[in-house]
């Protein structure tokens, strides 16, 4: 029995030496995918803030909110030609734009933006369905639960840091904030 062991592991390193050429060939006579950058993909996730509404243990929402600024809309944009450069995107000074997702019923809450000492209220605020770039911009892990999405835009045109925005309803309140970014529009 030893013998007939030895005799298929010496047959079968014989045999099998070879197929690392064969493995290396695939790679080149198969067509590949291209990779997506992610050091692109990981800046523009660096603007999600993730902001969980407790009532003591039970959850009453799950929010997660990305500040749409033109280098993370150049990411998605990229993402959606399947380039790994990123576009140009000619941005508007006059606003900001902000994603919400809530996993809770949108019901009454409503956000307001603090820039320094100064509060806005959003000029628009409605539901959107995100595209795929965007889907990929927040991750699987968030988005594999059905989640409520809004499009938050506040006619705001000189961004000073730390940001603050606000989302409330009658009886909870929680606040994101961005304390600086190199890249702001």
């Known amino acids: 029995m030893k013998r007939v062991i030895l ?18 060939s695939i790679k080149h006579t198969f067509r590949q995918a291209a990779v997506v950058d992610d050091k692109d993909l990981d800046q523009a996730r660096s603007y999600i803030r993730h902001a969980p509404v407790y009532d003591y243990l039970n959850t009453i929402n799950d929010l997660y ?34 994603i919400v997702l809530m996993d809770g019923e949108q019901e009454d809450w409503f956000c307001i933006l603090r820039v320094g000492d100064t509060v806005y209220q959003p000029t628009i605020y409605r539901p959107i369905e995100l595209s795929p770039a965007y889907q990929t911009i927040f991750g699987r892990k968030i988005m594999r639960f059905k989640k409520n999405m809004y499009e938050v835009v506040f006619a705001v045109a000189d961004v000073a840091m730390p940001m603050t925005l606000e989302v409330a309803n009658t009886t909870y309140r929680t606040t994101v904030t961005w304390q600086e970014c190199d890249d702001v529009a």
Do not use: H
């Open 7 to 24: 005799v298929g592991a010496i047959f079968s390193l014989i045999i099998l030496s070879g197929c690392e050429s064969y493995i290396c």
């Open 65 to 98: 909110i990305l500040w749409d600024i033109p280098a993370v809309q150049a990411t998605a944009q990229a993402l959606l030609d399947a380039q790994n450069n990123r576009g140009v995107v000619k941005a508007s000074n006059q606003e900001q734009r902000f």
